[in-house]
């Protein structure tokens, strides 16, 4: 009926019928399985009949497994360089899965607004490059290689935010993408930087 984990009985499993292929729009069915899986995956399928005779296998159009973790994941990187006035961060505004059309990156700690900073994203720079000869703050560090860059205002408390939607596509399950942020100094003109931040996307 449903994917599991490695493992035996009273590991739980859920189910989604029709909806979105890959997404979690469809008819919920959960339970915990009552016997060892035999590897990976077990699909059981049962059907209350009065003639075992008609009984017949599980069969499906399209069907699509999802592990153990599959909540998706974040994870900080790297040390912040502050501005003269504030200590720059990166975040979200919750867990990066399919289908989470409300899902930001979030840049907190930043000169207070409208003041402009960019949103980097890509992969991680390894080793980090040093941003002090080229417009960052001495010590300030590039722990992004960036593949897209985003211009964004802070507002008055600080904040900004890059709306980010994740599409329901079974293809991204599990993609790694990084961000950080530069945040400009008006007072030296120069970037200060968030620590640099890693979303692993979930089903």
Do not use: H
């Amino acid at each position: 009926m449903a994917p599991s984990a490695l493992g035996g009985p009273g590991i739980k499993v859920t189910g989604f019928f029709g909806g979105t292929f890959g997404g979690t729009n469809g008819t919920k069915i959960s339970g915990t399985l009552l016997a060892p899986a035999e590897g990976d995956v077990y699909v059981g399928y049962r059907e209350l009949l009065a003639n075992n005779a008609v009984a017949r296998p599980f069969t499906c159009d399209r069907m699509f497994v999802l592990s153990r973790g599959k909540s998706g994941s974040i994870r900080n990187f790297g040390t912040v360089k502050a501005t003269t006035k504030t200590t720059p961060r990166v975040g979200t505004n919750g867990c990066p899965t399919l289908g989470n059309a409300s899902f930001k990156l979030t840049g907190g700690g930043l000169v207070p607004g409208p003041n402009p900073n960019l949103f980097l994203m890509g992969i991680p720079q390894n080793p980090p490059l040093d941003l002090g000869a080229v417009g960052g703050q001495p010590g300030s560090k590039l722990y992004v290689t960036p593949l897209a860059i985003f211009a964004t205002v802070s507002d008055t408390n600080g904040d900004a935010f890059l709306p980010l939607p994740i599409p329901t596509s079974a293809s991204l399950k599990g993609v790694q993408v990084s961000f950080q942020v530069l945040d400009l100094d008006p007072v030296l003109l120069k970037f200060g930087n968030s620590d640099g931040l890693t979303i692993t996307i979930g089903g």
